[in-house]
């Protein structure tokens, strides 16, 4: 029980934190907004739909990988409190009390992963700009991707931020990691008309099976050339890349605090 209230807790402070700082809400949601709306009208006459596809604009084709890119921002933003609160005392604070590190894990994660849940879905309100309609199937869908994607993004933002000293080096890791995965998900271009060793990285990625996973909620199921895989495929993939990024974060923070 002690250790259910710490991981309440934790969450419910994560969700506070992002109440009082309404700047976070701006950069996870314009950011990717502006981004959408200038590459999606600045590539719109000259998008070439994957084989298969019949009529889709590069606005629609964009707007899961726009969903990613939301809940990549709101990884950053949730667990860079990691970094700053090693220096105001507050993580030493938590790792002393008789309560399980792991807590520490979860109770982070859990907030990070509903409130990059919320922003996204709240991108679901731009859906009648591009004519999709998922019907509740397909909104369910796309909701259980944001929850084990926003997962996997946020503790692999919180095995990062364990071992970081300043916010800076946060940044720079952070971006290594998170953005590739972005860029070679399919996000931003078919994977039939990329080069084959782009190609292979896309298909070796499990982020590309989540924005496959979007792509299939936001269609209603229908028939998504884009599409990596199947529904089910590209949910046990985003599930199983989410397992194996919390054990990871679990993993760190089980190690000695202050080993180099």
Same mark, same amino acid.
């Given at each position: 029980?002690?250790?259910?209230?710490?991981?309440?807790?934790?969450?419910?402070?994560?969700?506070?934190?992002?109440?009082?700082?309404?700047?976070?809400?701006?950069?996870?949601?314009?950011?990717?907004?502006?981004?959408?709306?200038?590459?999606?009208?600045?590539?719109?006459?000259?998008?070439?739909?994957?084989? +298969?596809?019949?009529?889709?604009?590069?606005? &629609?084709? =964009? #707007?899961? !990988?726009? $969903?990613? @890119? *939301?809940? /990549?921002?709101?990884?950053?933003?949730?667990?860079?409190?990691?970094?700053?609160?090693?220096?105001?005392?507050?993580?030493?604070?938590?790792?002393?009390?008789?309560?399980?590190?792991?807590?520490?894990?979860?109770?982070?994660?859990?907030? +990070?992963?509903?409130?990059?849940?919320?922003? &996204?879905? =709240? #991108?679901? !309100?731009? $859906?009648? @700009? *591009?004519? /999709?309609?998922?019907?509740?199937?397909?909104?369910?869908?796309?909701?259980?991707?944001?929850?084990?994607?926003?997962?996997?993004?946020?503790?692999?933002?919180?095995?990062?931020?364990?071992?970081?000293?300043?916010?800076?080096?946060?940044?720079?890791?952070?971006?290594?990691?998170?953005?590739?995965?972005? #860029?070679?998900?399919?996000?931003?271009?078919?994977?039939?008309?990329?080069?084959?060793?782009?190609?292979?990285?896309?298909?070796?990625?499990?982020?590309?099976?989540?924005?496959?996973?979007?792509?299939?909620?936001?269609?209603?199921?229908?028939?998504?050339?884009?599409?990596?895989?199947?529904?089910?495929?590209?949910?046990?993939?985003?599930?199983?890349?989410?397992?194996?990024?919390?054990?990871?974060?679990?993993?760190?923070?089980?190690?000695?605090?202050?080993?180099?």
């Amino acid at each position: 029980m002690t250790t259910l209230r710490t991981i309440g807790a934790l969450t419910a402070r994560e969700m506070l934190k992002f109440v009082r700082d309404r700047s976070r809400v701006l950069g996870a949601l314009a950011q990717p907004l502006a981004l959408w709306l200038l590459l999606g009208l600045g590539f719109q006459n000259t998008f070439q739909p994957p084989q +298969g596809g019949v009529g889709e604009s590069y606005v &629609a084709f =964009l #707007f899961p !990988g726009i $969903l990613a @890119l *939301v809940l /990549l921002f709101t990884a950053i933003f949730s667990t860079i409190s990691i970094v700053e609160e090693r220096d105001s005392g507050f993580l030493q604070a938590v790792l002393v009390a008789p309560t399980p590190r792991t807590a520490l894990v979860f109770g982070t994660t859990l907030g +990070g992963t509903l409130l990059a849940t919320v922003q &996204a879905l =709240l #991108f679901l !309100g731009a $859906l009648p @700009l *591009v004519d /999709l309609a998922p019907g509740w199937l397909g909104v369910g869908m796309v909701t259980a991707v944001c929850l084990l994607m926003g997962l996997a993004f946020t503790a692999l933002g919180f095995a990062i931020a364990w071992r970081m000293d300043t916010t800076r080096g946060f940044h720079a890791i952070m971006n290594l990691f998170l953005l590739p995965l972005w #860029f070679l998900s399919g996000a931003m271009f078919p994977v039939e008309g990329a080069a084959p060793v782009l190609q292979v990285f896309v298909w070796a990625n499990p982020v590309s099976y989540a924005v496959s996973g979007l792509r299939h909620g936001l269609h209603g199921f229908a028939e998504t050339p884009a599409a990596l895989a199947g529904p089910g495929v590209c949910l046990a993939v985003t599930g199983g890349f989410a397992l194996l990024m919390m054990g990871v974060a679990v993993w760190q923070v089980r190690r000695p605090f202050f080993q180099a």
